[in-house]
């Protein structure tokens, strides 16, 4: 029988499940767990996907993944065979480490990404490995909690959805995760999508379509797009000036670029005829500024729908 195609696009939530094969164990001591959080950074520096949480079981793995540009096959293709490798190298074994074909659900992101980063993060109480999530090691929630810190962990979006204020989102993120244990279970590993029946149908009729997100655009479109809606001529983002909205603009711009194209901050720099680092630093402003500034939040989200539906306009007539 033939593969279901599955929904691959930037800004796809998808609930990651991998198990071992035949159910058996995939970490056999701290070693095998480090090793495979390793492999996580390694790809998320690699393929500039967004991971909301994770949790390392004895023989399966939840990820909660946003893809960006690179699909969520290549991704995982990378951490799964780098780590198979590892492991049967290590033991002295051979074949498969995993069973099959991990499963990958397509999530509402607005209306369950924090349904499911609980879900997620309570594993280990389900499992009755521990009492409390805190009391769990190999997952993310430590890292929303400020117990510990994994740059490979984007909790900054989460967390600003219990507040600004980074002690009261904590806070209320903990009441959140502690109101799951000894709720109903919720099923968050079975079915093809994560959503209402909206969502279900919308993604369906993708799937239908064999709707697989591939990039058509150039730079000089998505340019032209943002200054269009921010109201600059195309020129001014290449001008030799400090002009501060003219920055903050080539910042947004460049942020988008790297995050829908794909592109290096090399070529972003090249294509504005700018220094490297000046480039990052507008980057990695924009990020920063997008975690506190909720009317920038609301542009940016603005911008990359737009982005993305001109993308598949010009994909589909491609």
């Not at 090793?35 to 991971?51: A, E, T, V």
């Not at 220094?275 to 975690?291: C, L, N, P, R, Y």
Request: glycine letters at 6%; one cysteine or more.
């Amino acid at each position: 029988m033939a593969r279901k195609p599955r929904i691959e696009f930037p800004g796809g939530l998808y609930h990651i499940i991998t198990r071992g094969n035949r159910r058996e164990k995939v970490f056999l001591d701290d070693t095998d767990y480090k090793r495979y959080l390793d492999l996580l950074s390694h790809y998320h520096k690699r393929y500039n996907f967004l991971l909301y949480a994770y949790v390392l079981m004895p023989n399966h793995i939840h990820l909660l993944i946003e893809q960006n540009e690179t699909p969520i096959s290549k991704i995982m293709q990378g951490i799964n065979q780098s780590y198979t490798q590892y492991f049967n190298k290590r033991y002295k074994k051979v074949g498969h480490l995993f069973q099959g074909r991990y499963k990958a659900l397509l999530c509402d992101k607005d209306g369950y990404l924090l349904a499911i980063i609980r879900y997620i993060h309570l594993n280990p109480v389900r499992a009755r490995i521990v009492k409390m999530p805190e009391d769990y090691v190999w997952s993310s929630h430590d890292v929303y909690i400020g117990k510990a810190k994994q740059n490979f962990v984007d909790n900054d979006f989460a967390l600003s959805m219990f507040s600004r204020n980074r002690g009261v989102s904590i806070k209320k993120y903990k009441q959140f995760v502690k109101e799951g244990i000894g709720e109903p279970y919720e099923e968050f590993h079975i079915g093809e999508f994560i959503g209402d029946e909206t969502f279900a149908e919308e993604m369906k009729g993708k799937v239908s379509a064999g709707i697989s997100y591939r990039i058509a655009l150039s730079l000089d479109e998505v340019t032209d797009l943002i200054t269009e809606k921010m109201r600059l001529p195309i020129e001014a983002l290449f001008l030799q000036t400090r002009n501060r909205e003219y920055t903050r603009v080539r910042g947004i711009t460049g942020y988008v670029a790297k995050k829908m194209l794909g592109l290096s901050v090399t070529e972003i720099a090249d294509y504005f005829r700018r220094d490297i680092a000046a480039i990052s630093k507008g980057i990695t402003k924009t990020e920063k500024q997008i975690m506190s500034d909720i009317s920038l939040q609301k542009t940016v989200q603005e911008i990359e729908i737009a982005v993305r539906e001109l993308n598949e306009e010009k994909y589909a007539n491609s």
